[in-house]
């Protein structure tokens, strides 16, 4: 089975401090790596889709790296804003053992920005 | 575009009974994907419907079933239900289903409460 480890649990960030968290996942059997971030009462919303060792995205103040080779990725937040505070997941796709094949999540990485 | 909707929003059952929820995709989406939230396993995938056959299926017991139908539209089903099957069920769509590019989009999610 498939496991994706995010780190940290939570966090707490002052507005306007950059912050980072980090994906975990083995390296065999990748094939894409989702980031979502999840609202209170709001649907998760996907922010990056990866697939390529050294892929580098950006949305906004947001961007996020992939090392395919030791299994991690990172999510970085520029200047944190109050909108920002959100759950994080990260995803893969594939080798969910036993016939699921689908999106193995993490536990998310709660982010909460403070005024 | 209308987003991914689900029905209903909450539902309240008794132990041993049975369920349906209903997932519409974004139009032009013919890739349904069901997961299950709880607090203390997170997300975690059900099945995935693309053109009303089941490609792929989770680590859960048979009582959860689901179909799509030729408009795309899915339902899931939990028959016998106990204790444990009470989380936040969540659908996403997606273009096609291939492993690779493709964002899933969220919906809003079933709350179910089974007592």
């Known amino acids: ?115 | 575009k209308a987003g991914v909707t689900q029905t209903p929003r909450y539902l309240i059952k008794t132990r041993g009974q049975q369920v349906t929820l209903s997932c519409s995709p974004i139009s032009g989406h013919r890739s349904v994907s069901w997961y299950q939230q709880t607090p203390g396993q997170g997300l975690q995938f059900l099945f995935e419907y693309f053109s009303e056959t089941q490609r792929n299926k989770g680590n859960f017991p048979g009582r959860f079933s689901g179909r799509q139908f030729s408009n795309s539209r899915s339902e899931m089903n939990v028959s016998t239900l106990e204790l444990g099957d009470s989380a936040l069920y969540l659908c996403a769509s997606r273009q096609t289903a291939g492993k690779i590019r493709n964002e899933q989009y969220f919906g809003p999610g079933t709350r179910l409460t089974v007592t």
């Open chain 1, 1 to 115: 089975i498939l496991n994706v480890e995010q780190s940290p649990q939570s966090l707490h960030v002052q507005e306007g401090d950059s912050t980072n968290f980090t994906c975990s996942f083995p390296s065999s059997n990748f094939y894409a790596l989702h980031w979502y971030r999840w609202e209170t009462a709001k649907s998760p919303e996907a922010l990056f889709v990866m697939t390529l060792n050294g892929d580098e995205k950006k949305k906004g103040r947001i961007s996020a790296t992939l090392n395919t080779k030791e299994g991690y990725s990172y999510l970085y937040i520029k200047g944190s804003q109050p909108e920002d505070s959100a759950t994080y997941l990260c995803a893969l796709w594939g080798g969910g053992g036993g016939g699921a094949d689908g999106l193995t999540f993490g536990k998310g990485t709660h982010l909460i920005i403070q005024p």
